[in-house]
């Protein structure tokens, strides 16, 4: 991997883990809908020599996130529900590319991933897609666009919005609007397809 200055773009993937995709307790099947896009951005993000970020939820048995939320036990280390799904473990050791875990539903908050943000400094663009779109997507997005503002830092945020998905969808789509809404009203920009 080349010295981290010299990323000039970054694709951050947010939890594409077995734990909300393939099994588990949050597991649903249909967020595998959003890796077909997920892959052909991961590939353009390769040949641009941008930096590819995969965020895996990793946690502990006893998390408090795992309190907060009922009580239902997802993605703890060891389990292979942290790993990232199949399609992607693939891209996990290419050049370029960059694994971090976090344990709470914000990847600004993993200590990892605020020491990379001290080191690519010369980012110029920040894509994310992932899951969970109301959760793990939108508080990292707006933590990140806050970690930006703080430090006064001229770089464009975008989410696509056909490359993320969140559990449970259809009976969750006023967490989703709510979501979209409040990262747009963050200054954060959704984009589909090809509109950047």
Request: charged share 30%; net charge negative; hydrophobic share 40%.
């Amino acid at each position: 991997m080349k010295n981290l200055k010299f990323y000039e773009g970054m694709l951050i993937v947010v939890d594409m883990v077995n734990g909300f995709v393939k099994e588990g307790a949050l597991a649903d099947p249909l967020i595998g809908r959003i890796v077909p896009r997920q892959l052909t951005l991961i590939k353009e993000a390769h040949e641009k020599g941008h930096l590819v970020v995969f965020v895996q939820d990793t946690h502990i048995e006893n998390s408090k996130e795992h309190q907060r939320f009922g009580g239902a036990l997802h993605c703890v280390a060891g389990t292979g529900e942290e790993d990232l799904i199949d399609e992607l473990k693939a891209l996990d050791h290419q050049e370029d590319t960059i694994c971090i875990p976090k344990n709470s539903t914000s990847f600004m908050e993993a200590p990892n991933f605020r020491k990379l943000m001290e080191e690519v400094s010369n980012v110029k663009e920040i894509d994310v897609v992932g899951c969970c779109t109301d959760i793990c997507v939108m508080n990292g997005t707006m933590g990140l666009a806050n970690y930006l503002d703080e430090w006064n830092k001229d770089v464009k945020l975008r989410v696509h919005t056909d490359a993320i998905a969140t559990f449970q969808e259809e009976g969750r789509q006023k967490y989703v609007e709510a979501a979209m809404l409040l990262m747009e009203q963050q200054g954060i920009q959704l984009v589909k397809g090809k509109e950047r």
